[in-house]
């Protein structure tokens, strides 16, 4: 089956980017796409879900241990040096609106139980989706606790079962993604505070664009094969890119004087708690690697904080998230820099940077085959 290419998306410039940053740095909590039907949702995850490295885990393990840092409390384990290995994509998990906790956690391991009287453990979708994506589509119509579990284990990443005469616990890190229909219901704002990063999509209402949009969308549904192909460097380009920012994560300098001005930005905002400063900071260094610089700067910051913030702010019951642009500009802004001229940039932005879509055009705006 093929997927519909992420660099032949058009538009939603920003869901690319907040879906790439949490690829290079899962520990940023994930993303919550909040849109209209149609505007390409799910067709953006499981496109950029088909550009994550592949990994490489223990052969026998069914828990995905990485034969470089296996899990030593994994069920599987332990797995001594040299244990066989096997190298497979990066998975992408989908969890179903229905799903009971016990799929999504695992549970007793019935047929032993029945025929040997043995309690083994059956590993759910939380241990399948270690080190790929776990999907939540309409997370707003899932139920409240078991939207806590999902994000309890991203953000912890692990997850433990107490349950059925079983005690386990097994590494559980995964981008967590969740789409959403407004009009459907909102998520209580306990919960959205929980996801690392935000977006709002929208169908465009340029008629060139939304012309293209289609042309695409045909030319992939007629032959699926021979479209995959025409994107296949700049895809190829966008994985390098991604494996690329991982490798330099961990390197990456947060000066202090990023941190004040973070800080000074969540609290000019009126965020609760910590999460904001947290998640901005994090988001800010995955978007220095990911742009090949070595330190965390203001334009990083900036794109941090747009996509980490709206959904924290303080609002009133019925206000959609947002921010105001101009306030969060003036925080970042130099005590030597000179306000722009508004006419110079009219689509300006803080992210100097390249994006996903910058060797290729963006996000498609169709609904999902």
């Known amino acids: 089956m093929h997927v519909y290419p992420f660099s032949a998306v058009v538009g939603s410039?920003?869901?690319a980017l907040a879906l790439t940053l949490c690829a290079v740095s899962p520990a940023i909590g994930g993303v919550l796409v909040r849109g209209e039907k149609g505007t390409a949702k799910s067709t953006m995850v499981r496109a950029q879900a088909a550009l994550l490295p592949q990994v490489t885990v223990v052969a026998d393990c069914r828990f995905g241990c990485d034969p470089e840092a296996p899990d030593p409390a994994c069920p599987d384990g332990p797995h001594p040096v040299g244990s066989p290995v096997r190298i497979r994509p990066a998975r992408l998990v989908e969890l179903p609106v229905g799903a009971t906790e016990d799929r999504v956690t695992g549970s007793l391991h019935l047929g032993k139980a029945l025929a040997e009287g043995a309690a083994e453990y059956e590993p759910g979708l939380l241990a399948l989706a270690?080190?790929?994506?776990?999907?939540?589509?309409?997370?707003?119509?899932?139920?409240?606790?078991?939207?806590?579990?999902?994000?309890?284990?991203?953000?912890?990443?692990?997850s433990t079962v107490e349950r059925d005469g079983?005690?386990?616990?097994?590494?559980?890190?995964?981008?967590?993604?969740?789409?959403?229909?407004?009009?459907?219901?909102?998520l209580r704002p306990q919960l959205l505070d929980r996801f690392g990063l935000t977006v709002e999509v929208a169908a465009p209402r340029d008629p060139h664009q939304r012309a293209e949009i289609v042309r695409r969308r045909l030319a992939f549904?007629?032959?699926?094969?021979?479209?995959v192909a025409r994107w296949s460097d700049?895809?190829?380009e966008l994985s390098r890119r991604i494996?690329?920012?991982?490798?330099?994560?961990?390197?990456?300098?947060?000066?202090?004087?990023?941190?004040?001005?973070?800080?000074?930005?969540?609290a000019a905002f009126d965020v609760?708690?910590?999460?904001?400063?947290?998640?901005?900071?994090?988001?800010?260094?995955a978007h220095a690697a990911w742009c090949g610089r070595d330190e965390v700067t203001r334009e990083d910051i900036a794109v941090a904080a747009k996509l980490a913030l709206p959904h924290r702010r303080r609002r009133n019951p019925f206000d959609s998230p947002g921010m105001d642009e101009d306030l969060l500009d003036d925080l970042l802004r130099d005590d030597g820099d000179e306000p722009e001229d508004?006419?110079?940039?009219?689509?300006?932005?803080?992210?100097?940077?390249?994006?996903?879509?910058?060797?290729?055009?963006?996000?498609?705006?169709?609904?999902?085959?």
């Open 13 to 15: 410039d920003d869901l």
């Open 130 to 158: 270690h080190r790929g994506v776990l999907y939540v589509d309409e997370v707003n119509l899932l139920h409240d606790h078991l939207v806590d579990l999902l994000l309890d284990a991203a953000a912890m990443g692990r």
């Open 166 to 186: 079983v005690s386990v616990t097994h590494a559980a890190r995964f981008v967590l993604v969740g789409t959403m229909n407004p009009e459907e219901g909102e």
């Open 221 to 227: 549904d007629a032959d699926p094969a021979g479209f």
């Open 234 to 236: 700049a895809e190829a």
């Open 243 to 266: 494996a690329d920012a991982r490798t330099r994560l961990p390197h990456v300098r947060l000066p202090d004087a990023a941190l004040v001005a973070i800080a000074e930005v969540c």
């Open 272 to 285: 609760d708690g910590m999460r904001a400063d947290l998640v901005t900071a994090k988001t800010a260094v």
């Open 342 to 369: 508004p006419d110079d940039d009219p689509d300006g932005g803080p992210d100097g940077g390249p994006e996903p879509g910058d060797e290729a055009p963006g996000a498609e705006s169709a609904a999902s085959p």
